[in-house]
């Protein structure tokens, strides 16, 4: 089991940049493959992206394709997603999840962070 913190969410106006950080301890990072989701008011969690153990490999949703990216440093422990040309509607609590596998991660992560939030205001 590996536990999960994620940081660096706030408050950002419409076209701006914010960089979350999800920071791992309990057992072998590299060993992960690492996703994100969101989760925005009255909706359903919503699978965002995710990045093999090895970082090589990346998967994003078609709604933040290009704007969006995700990557990690196993030396730090850290897994990232940098947040471009922000939109109101990204606006949500951001989850990041760990899995031994990227299809364990988008079906059934082993853990998750406690999420942090992102306000996109128009």
């Known amino acids: 089991q590996v536990q999960l913190v994620e940081s660096g969410g706030g408050l950002v106006q419409a076209g701006g940049s914010l960089r979350l950080s999800c920071a791992a301890s309990?057992?072998?990072?590299?060993?992960?493959?690492m996703g994100w989701f969101r989760q925005a008011p009255g909706k359903e969690r919503e699978f965002v992206g995710d990045?093999?153990?090895?970082?090589?490999?990346?998967y994003y949703a078609d709604s933040v394709k290009g704007r969006f990216s995700i990557a990690r440093d196993n030396a730090k422990n850290t897994v990232y997603l940098q947040m471009n040309s922000l939109k109101p509607e990204d606006t949500g609590v951001y989850y990041c999840?760990?899995?031994?596998?990227?299809?364990?991660?988008?079906?059934?992560?082993?853990?998750w962070g406690q999420g942090t939030q992102v306000i996109v205001s128009s």
């Open positions: 990045i093999s153990w090895s970082g090589v490999n990346t």
């Open positions: 999840a760990a899995g031994a596998t990227r299809t364990m991660v988008r079906t059934n992560p082993e853990s």
């Open positions: 309990g057992r072998t990072f590299s060993s992960y493959a």
